[in-house]
């Protein structure tokens, strides 16, 4: 068996190969810039671009976690030009968004587009549904670090945010495992927190008082285009997301203990995980 990681340096495949390796698995790993990837050393580490299926590494490739293309309106027909050249190809894990379960027009579409293209490749398939990332914290770093505060809209939506270890560790089951074919998993984090209690939660994993101040959407929007750097269009997405969080709190779902035999990693968890990126070096 080869499995091919697809996005290996990303916040979810940089996990699956090392958790591949861990189960005595040698992955090939694709990465557009191999000297640069800093994977285990007993990785097969290839150069490759999902945008340009015709030069992908894909002989003898039986099984697949696959990310979608999101750049331009593509996404469909370069899964489908990836699936036509995996000719040994029999088992695809694709990393989808929950989006596609609760049909959220402008994220849904191009992952349920590669959904169905999957699904009529006749390879089998898993579906992999991840709602909010812990990563996504990451826009509160720059604060934290350097006056333990974090400033953000809507202090009592809740979001269910799952750590990126977590939806690895779905995704290598369904690539290893029997069983997980013709599903599609919607994952959550094990709480269900307010952004007050997701900035309380982070503190705790990091030892240290961390305070919220509430902002007003457009102050929070002003944020992240100004101290964060994200461009208008991705800041007034992501506020679209905290805006339906605060009217419809996001589902906690079961599927990652379902799946891997445990209760998923908390907030206070994925921030002790990542202290380094959220304190000042000294």
Do not use: C
């Amino acid at each position: 068996m080869t499995i091919l990681v697809t996005g290996a340096t990303g916040n979810v495949g940089r996990h699956v190969v090392d958790l591949l390796v861990k189960e005595g698995v040698r992955p090939r790993a694709l990465t557009r810039n191999p000297d640069k990837a800093g994977l285990p050393a007993d990785v097969e580490t290839v150069k490759g671009d999902l945008t340009k299926p015709d030069e992908l590494p894909l002989d003898g490739v039986t099984a697949a976690f696959l990310l979608p293309v999101l750049e331009g309106d593509r996404a469909a027909d370069l899964a489908r030009a990836f699936l036509e050249r995996a000719r040994d190809l029999r088992r695809v894990v694709f990393l989808s968004t929950d989006a596609v379960a609760v049909q959220r027009p402008g994220s849904n579409e191009p992952h349920q587009s590669v959904e169905k293209v999957i699904e009529a490749a006749g390879v089998e398939w898993t579906h992999v549904r991840p709602g909010e990332f812990m990563s996504n914290k990451m826009i509160w770093a720059e604060t934290i670090r350097r006056e333990n505060v974090v400033r953000a809209a809507y202090p009592d939506a809740i979001g269910t945010p799952i750590h990126e270890v977590d939806i690895a560790e779905v995704a290598v089951r369904a690539l290893l495992d029997d069983g997980h074919a013709g599903r599609a998993y919607r994952l959550s984090g094990p709480e269900a927190l307010t952004t007050r209690q997701q900035v309380a939660a982070i503190g705790e994993g990091l030892g240290r008082e961390i305070r919220y101040e509430a902002l007003t959407y457009g102050q929070a929007r002003a944020t992240l285009i100004r101290d964060v750097g994200l461009p208008w269009d991705i800041a007034e997405y992501m506020m679209g997301y905290y805006a339906q969080f605060n009217e419809e709190p996001a589902d906690l779902l079961p599927t990652v203990e379902q799946v891997i035999g445990r209760r998923g990693r908390t907030l206070a968890r994925w921030a002790a995980d990542h202290a380094g990126e959220l304190s000042v070096l000294n």
